[in-house]
């Protein structure tokens, strides 16, 4: 057997090796991204991470590595996804848009795919108060969550590069839609009224929704709130009978320009 000191300075030698490879690598991702960026062929392709996944793995000579390889090359292709959406997308991507048009779900899925962060007000309004999003309304009244919704953005727009999924009332004050349009692009998520009434028939979450929850009350609220959403945003995608992946892709292709 070789003795510690060998081995050690074999696996420097190695580590460099690794390195050197890594760094050509993510050069070579980099210029994909760029191909692809003028080509305007999609960005993020979950199939192709699959491929390069088993290819790596059936060509392992000792297969006993293959799970550690898996978690390897799933964490360079995070890290690569990672770095290509602070390229291509170097400012946090707001969604805006009523109760039920699937912000919260949307904002999932855009995190995975872009491996972005994603910062939920209403959630971090919960978190910061301790208490829920139900009983600031009772304790505070609209105003006062107002005030508390507006300092929760404030305070998630001075992080850096992420998704901010904003309750409904966000764009309805001028302070907020300053504030999103400075630090964001502002993605509007439509849906129908009859959509958002079958989506929040039975949710008791909503104060606003909660002795109202009619399409009629809907249908108004949303005629009300229509200019101020419209004059937030960058860009506009219906989330009606389509799928989430889909949504996602549509919003990377409109924030690309494409
Ligand atoms: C509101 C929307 C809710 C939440 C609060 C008020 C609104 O968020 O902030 O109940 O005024 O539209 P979601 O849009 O995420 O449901």
Redesign the pocket.
């Known amino acids: 057997m070789k003795d510690l000191e060998t081995l050690r300075k074999e696996i420097d030698q190695l580590d460099q090796e690794i390195v050197k490879y890594y760094e050509k690598r993510m050069e070579a991702v980099l210029q994909v991204m760029e191909f692809k960026r003028q080509k305007r062929l999609p960005i993020f392709h979950g199939g192709r991470e699959k491929q390069v996944l088993n290819r790596v793995v059936e060509s392992l000579e000792n297969k006993d590595f293959a799970q550690e390889t898996r978690l390897l090359y799933s964490e360079i292709m995070r890290i690569s996804r990672k770095r290509q959406s602070q390229e291509l997308f170097p400012f946090h991507i707001a969604l805006v848009g009523?109760?039920?048009t699937g912000?919260?779900t949307i904002s999932a899925s855009l995190s995975e795919m872009l491996e972005m962060e994603w910062i939920d007000l209403?959630d971090k309004i919960e978190r910061n108060m301790g208490i829920t999003?139900k009983q600031i309304f009772e304790k505070y009244g609209e105003d006062g969550f107002r005030r508390i919704e507006t300092e929760a953005l404030k305070e998630a727009i001075e992080e850096n590069h992420k998704i901010i999924s904003c309750?409904?009332?966000i764009p309805l004050k001028e302070e907020n839609r300053e504030i999103l349009k400075k630090g964001s692009k502002v993605v509007l998520l439509q849906a129908s009224s009859t959509s958002i009434y079958q989506r929040l028939k039975d949710d008791d979450t909503?104060?606003?929704l909660k002795d109202n929850m009619t399409l009629q009350y809907i249908e108004n609220l949303l005629r009300q709130r229509e200019e101020s959403y419209i004059k937030v945003s960058d860009l506009v995608v219906s989330t009606d009978e389509k799928e989430v992946n889909d949504i996602s892709m549509e919003i990377i292709d409109k924030l690309l320009g494409r």
């Open positions: 009523f109760m039920g912000k919260s209403d999003i309750g409904g009332g909503r104060p606003l």
